[in-house]
């Protein structure tokens, strides 16, 4: 018999079951549930009420027709857990009442019953988790969710409705473990024939998209906006609207795949698996490289499944719920997209079932972070002037925390000639301690190099960079930023000690430049610094491998501001990513939080251009100094959805300085590379984001792609005029960019990936490793003498010839 065929369950019928649930509710065995000495009437009273509250279901579970229990599914963030726990989409919360039976017992019928009731509530479309807290006194039924899968999480204060406050025991239990508990397989989740068959087109759609936009397919046109392409007996054919830098919008419902059968064509299915294989060869896959990019393919599937199954409309991220911390999580949670250049964005290879619910980011699930004790003849720290390992400690932990963790220690090392004073403590991701710490550096913790030392107190939510972590128990900590041994988009998401050792010097630097500019001063940006850093060396495993090797990134941590301590009354976040984001119904965030603002669209885009864009510019024209100013390395700060400022982050590993017009500090040589400038601004800005931005405002009919680029240029052009008189040299060099140039070259980011998933990029010299493949035009070049607002048009005398790309 399986798991949930003894039972059967329909919904609570009122008033036809007052009777047996008054019988239920009010039997000494209920004592727990809180309803002793009501009456037949309060308790129908309190179940209609519940019958009232949205997603939850209030169940009688039948045998052989006969009503046995009940059991209620609910909404966990809509009951008294709101505010307790970290709430993440998939999240039921589960209560069950099993009365006294009227015969002899039944060994086991309870566990079986709570079995069954799991895998019916994971049967629920949406359903990851399943959240009990019963009463801290009830050990009985404490020891049956343990022995159903259930593992408890920690002692919870919750307020009933009557104003009363129970102590329960907070417990989680996810899909594998249930399915260890009971040994049989859970149905359910989010792979779904028919969410995975939209997956494929959705998927499918953005492959031919960007495909054609890096010149490797060559689509022909069918009339109106019909396109196919084809190779031997494969043709794909598909609607699209062509946009502005080579941009392809594929409409995904449009799809359609024919396989050639004789003189005729006969319709297949729609499969990016397949026709990645059919078009391998013009895609430049090697036999070595397809199988893998077919694995990070599925990996993006998979993603795009569990992503379909807890969308929330853009409407609802724009009304940005809860407190500012809340909102900003949710809105990190709910990106569909990813990387929107990359067709295999959610790769991840190395992330398993029960390991994606737990730490992708589109879960939302928030995880207690590891700590591990490092010897310091191992392992360094540093930090930005005014921070030492100390004071960062002490706004990290709570001293409760940090006695306990010193303890932990302590304890460990008794028997040992180590104390703990010799030892500096790093938190770890749980991911990268389970499957690469615990093995891999197993000699370095028998030897007490390392010691293990649990996990944290508070909770922490992993942003879209996976690896990347907000703290959601004290949002004013900073981030933590760990290293993560899986591949994901083109690298191993690893952490160097050689790189960890200068970010806070970078970081240092750049704030101090920042600081004392006189233009940046005056502008609404503001760096989010890595204040702190910590690398540990593994001497056996650095005397093995060559600089970049992956054994060499395993641990190491990094500590960045949080956003939270520089806001005002009013304001909001969300990461510039969100301005790409269209939720399930095709709306638009950025769309929604124009409408919001009340602000008119110009208006709005210039704000965000001045905020964004204008000091990139500045970066480049005084101190050739670049930025990776994508949408996730960007917080927007906003005020009735309108943008006020913005925060750059991601700062140690990605700035550069691409001149030696500049002094650096020795200690950060690093960062001068070589390069041309102007394509940060061309590559990363235009072509990586404002390519798809600007479309998805045209469609959502608020401003022609024509009168968008207007405004960029206008923008570009007062900063310009500003500095004309006020500083000459800056506008002369401001002209020697060519932003406004007939065309540049089209840097490749998926011909990088598809050449080289592990290591797209030598990070010590990017530009060196780019793939070009010919021009784009720019769609400045004819918005020079049209940019609104202008007393004269800026003819491009001054634009000089860009570099021939490599």
């Keep these: 018999m399986s798991a949930t065929a003894e039972f059967t369950f329909r919904p609570l019928q009122l008033p036809d079951d007052t009777a047996l649930l008054h019988r239920w509710v009010t039997d000494p065995k209920a004592a727990f549930w809180g309803m002793q000495g009501l009456t037949h009437y309060q308790v129908e009273v309190e179940y209609r009420r519940l019958q009232t509250i949205p997603d939850c279901r209030v169940l009688v579970a039948t045998r052989d027709s006969e009503p046995c229990f009940l059991t209620e599914l609910y909404e966990p963030s809509s009951s008294p857990l709101a505010g307790i726990y970290e709430h993440a989409p998939g999240d039921i919360g589960m209560h069950l009442l099993v009365p006294s039976p009227s015969a002899a017992p039944e ?25 009990v807290e019963p009463d801290i006194r009830n050990k009985a039924i404490q020891a049956l969710n343990a022995r159903a899968g259930f593992i408890p999480a920690r002692p919870v204060e919750l307020k009933e409705p009557d104003g009363s406050v129970k102590s329960a025991m907070l417990s989680f239990c996810t899909r594998d473990d249930l399915e260890r508990a009971s040994g049989a397989a859970v149905p359910g989740g989010h792979l779904e024939p028919n969410r995975w068959r939209r997956a494929h087109r959705q998927l499918l759609a953005k492959a031919l998209g960007e495909f054609s936009h890096e010149r490797l397919l060559h689509p022909v046109a069918l009339g109106g906006e019909r396109f196919y392409v084809q190779k031997d007996a494969h043709r ?110 959610s790769g991840r290879i190395g992330v398993g079932r029960s390991d994606y619910v737990r730490f992708a980011p589109e879960a939302g699930s928030a995880q207690r972070l590891g700590w591990v004790a490092a010897h310091r003849s191992c392992a360094h720290f540093n930090a930005v002037d005014g921070i030492d390992y100390e004071s960062l400690l002490s706004g990290e932990l709570s001293r409760g925390e940090r006695l306990r963790l010193e303890r932990l220690l302590q304890d460990r090392l008794a028997g040992s000639p180590g104390r703990p004073d010799e030892y500096l403590l790093i938190p770890v991701h749980p991911w990268q301690w389970e499957n690469r710490l615990s093995t891999t550096f197993a000699n370095d913790l028998a030897r007490l190099n390392l010691v293990w030392l649990g996990y944290s107190a508070d909770l922490y939510q992993p942003q879209q960079s996976i690896r990347t972590f907000f703290n959601v128990s004290a949002p004013q900590r900073h981030y933590v930023k760990t290293a993560m041994s899986i591949v994901n988009m083109g690298f191993m998401r690893g952490l160097s000690a050689d790189y960890m050792a200068v970010t806070p010097a970078i970081n240092q630097w750049l704030h101090t430049l920042f600081r004392e500019d006189s233009f940046l001063r005056e502008q609404p940006v503001q760096l ?125 590993e990605e700035i550069a300085v691409l001149s030696d017009r500049v002094e650096l500090p020795g200690e950060i040589r690093r960062v001068r590379t070589g390069g041309d400038p102007v394509l940060a601004t061309f590559t990363d800005v235009f072509d990586s984001f404002f390519r798809f931005l600007a479309p998805l405002l045209q469609e959502a009919g608020l401003i022609d792609e024509t009168e968008f680029w207007a405004l960029v240029a206008d923008r570009l052009l007062h900063y310009r005029q500003r500095h004309q008189h006020r500083n000459p040299e800056w506008a002369r060099r401001f002209d020697e960019l060519g932003l406004f140039s007939e065309s540049f070259p089209l840097s490749c980011l998926n011909r990088l990936q598809l050449r080289n998933h592990r290591h797209m990029l030598d990070l010590a010299d990017q530009s060196g490793g780019l793939l070009y493949a010919g021009d784009l035009e720019n769609p400045l070049a004819r918005q020079c003498s049209m940019a609104p607002g202008r007393d004269g048009p800026y003819d491009g005398r001054h634009r000089r010839a860009l570099r021939s790309a490599p």
Excluded at 112 to 130: D, H, Q, S
Excluded at 297 to 319: G, N, W
Excluded at 603 to 616: E, I, R, T
Aim: hydrophobic share 45%; with cysteine.
């Design 107 to 131: 060994p086991g019928f309870t566990l079986r019953a709570i079995t069954a009731v799991m895998f019916y509530a994971f049967a629920l479309p949406g359903t990851e988790r399943i959240v």
């Design 236 to 345: 794909y054919e598909f609607t699209a609207r062509c946009y502005r830098l080579d941009h392809w919008r594929v409409d995904p419902t449009t799809l359609a795949h024919f396989v050639r059968d004789g003189e005729g064509w006969t319709s297949a299915s729609v499969d990016v698996l397949d026709f990645l294989t059919h078009f391998a060869s013009d895609l430049t896959l090697q036999p070595e490289q397809l199988p893998t990019y077919l694995e990070e393919v599925s990996s993006t599937l998979a993603s795009h499944c569990f992503k379909q199954l807890h969308a929330l409309s853009s409407e609802q991220l724009a009304s940005f719920t809860g407190t500012v911390a809340e909102s900003f999580q949710r809105i990190e949670a709910a990106m569909t997209e990813g990387h929107p250049c990359f067709v295999a964005n």
């Design 528 to 652: 989010l610094r890595e204040v702190a850093a910590i690398g540990y060396r593994n001497q056996q495993f650095e005397a093995a491998t060559q600089n970049g090797a992956d054994q060499r990134k395993m641990l190491a941590a990094l500590w960045r501001e949080s956003p939270m301590n520089s806001l005002e009354p009013g304001q909001h976040l969300a990461t510039m990513a969100s301005l790409l984001h269209v939720d399930d119904t095709g709306h638009s965030f950025a769309a929604e939080l124009i409408r919001r603002s009340g602000v008119p669209v110009r208006q709005w885009l210039s704000g965000y251009f001045d905020a964004y864009l204008v000091p990139l510019v500045h970066c480049l024209v005084a101190y050739d100094l670049v930025f990776m100013p994508h949408g996730e390395n960007i917080i927007l700060v906003l005020r009735d959805g309108a943008v006020e400022k913005v925060f750059l982050k991601d700062l140690g």
